[in-house]
């Protein structure tokens, strides 16, 4: 089986979906890997690196794409009427494609007519025997490490309190709003600054997980956050009046914070606005607030999605897009293992390729189409 490791085009992506580490794997499964020349540069791993492992270096898509049975990516495809080449129609019919698809019904259509099989990560359940595999999990991690790394680097006083002879700096006040994946990270990352932290988050489990990092919990609970999360571990929408509720306490408490780092998120929805225009008024010059929910819209009202800002009264808002992208290596070797467990876990030794069984609950969760047909439940034509 011929695999082959496209570079990213999309803007602000700077990630590859295979490492020389996972090239090697790949290859010890019986497979070629073509990896697109200059697929690695912006992770910081040079052609070189992945010929020393095995590959074939590929000069352009095309001939990476040529022959390919699997298709490893970052990122869903380029397509017709999208800047750049249509990438999708290098891809040869019948290839299994792997990737962030982030797709729609428009775009899964689009897969289906091209006769690609796409497996879309980011919809794996979050089981545990998906756990080695969840992009979704390995990518918030980092990014709320990041998150915290540049709000630091921002933020013009100190994040630890400093005793020295000349006289004291205090310790910065932390808050992280919305404790999943990422929120955890940037508590964890915060406390190992010497920042003082606090959380708020919407489900119960995660009081108690804000407490056992260490971070002190701020919110607010009543019937309806008992009954926050979905079976899938998700946060439900909260209701219009719970959130106010919740304003009430986070606004109490933003007032003297430094540090603001942004992370909440509701499966398919936009990202809830938990960070008001006058509780941004309310903060101290200087104070910084972090949006890692800036993808999904922002959790801060002022946020503007892929820029910084400088508010009125001197508050910086970092919008970026796509944190994990802003620690590529990192999040690269990670995503790279992620689909090396899923292919792994999926391989059929004896015909070396990977089977997919409809019937499976991680196959059924990813497959977005076959065989030409669009598959998933929730793009299937009606
Ligand atoms: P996410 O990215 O969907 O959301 C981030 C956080 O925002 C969540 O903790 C959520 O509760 C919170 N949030 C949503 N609305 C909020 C609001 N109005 N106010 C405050 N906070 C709000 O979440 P995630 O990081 O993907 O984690 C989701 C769940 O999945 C968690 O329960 C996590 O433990 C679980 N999980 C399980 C596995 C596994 O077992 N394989 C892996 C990863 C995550």
Redesign the pocket.
């Known amino acids: 089986m011929r695999l082959a490791v496209m570079k990213e085009r999309r803007a602000d992506e700077a990630r590859v979906a295979a490492t020389p580490e996972t090239v090697k794997k790949l290859i010890a499964l019986g497979n070629t890997v073509a990896v697109e020349a200059g697929a690695g540069l912006t992770a910081g791993i040079p052609d070189s690196a992945y010929a020393e492992a095995g590959a074939e270096i590929a000069p352009d898509a095309a001939a990476a794409l040529s022959g390919a049975g699997i298709v490893l990516k970052v990122r869903a495809p380029l397509a017709s009427g999208e800047e750049g080449p249509d990438e999708l129609a290098l891809i040869p019919r019948g290839a299994l494609l792997i990737a962030t698809m982030s797709a729609d019904k428009d775009s899964v259509a689009r897969l289906a007519a091209a006769g690609v099989d796409a497996a879309a990560m980011e919809l794996l359940?979050?089981?545990?025997r998906?756990?080695s595999m969840?992009i979704?999990?390995s990518q918030?991690n980092l990014a709320g490490y990041r998150a915290v790394i540049e709000a630091a680097s921002a933020f013009d006083k100190g994040f630890p309190m400093l005793m020295t002879a000349a006289g004291t700096i205090p310790a910065a006040n932390v808050l992280v709003?919305?404790?999943?994946?990422?929120?955890?990270q940037a508590i964890a990352t915060a406390r190992r600054l010497g920042g003082r932290v606090s959380a708020?988050?919407?489900?119960p489990?995660?009081k108690e997980?804000i407490k056992s990092l260490g971070a002190s919990f701020v919110?607010y609970e009543d019937e309806e956050s008992k009954a926050?999360?979905t079976s899938?571990?998700?946060?439900?929408?909260?209701s219009p009046e719970?959130?106010a509720k919740?304003a009430e306490v986070v606004a109490a408490a933003i007032a003297k914070m430094d540090i603001v780092v942004c992370?909440?998120?509701?499966?398919g929805r936009r990202?809830?606005i938990?960070v008001t225009e006058a509780m941004v008024a309310s903060m101290k010059p200087g104070s910084v607030v972090v949006d890692i929910?800036s993808d999904a819209g922002g959790?801060c009202a002022l946020t503007k999605p892929g820029e910084r800002v400088v508010t009125e009264n001197g508050v910086i808002i970092l919008g970026w897009r796509n944190w994990p992208a802003r620690i590529p290596a990192a999040a690269s070797s990670l995503y790279a293992r992620n689909l090396l467990t899923f292919l792994t876990t999926f391989w059929d030794k004896d015909s070396s390729k990977p089977a997919l069984p409809a019937e499976d609950d991680l196959v059924r969760g990813v497959m977005l189409t076959r065989g030409g047909q669009v598959v998933h439940p929730n793009f299937a034509a009606g």
């Open positions: 359940p979050r089981t545990t998906a756990q969840d979704l999990s918030a709003m919305g404790a999943g994946v990422a929120g955890l708020t988050d919407v489900r489990a995660a997980e919110g926050a999360q899938g571990g998700y946060a439900k929408a909260m719970f959130l919740q992370t909440a998120l509701v499966q990202a809830p938990l929910a959790n």
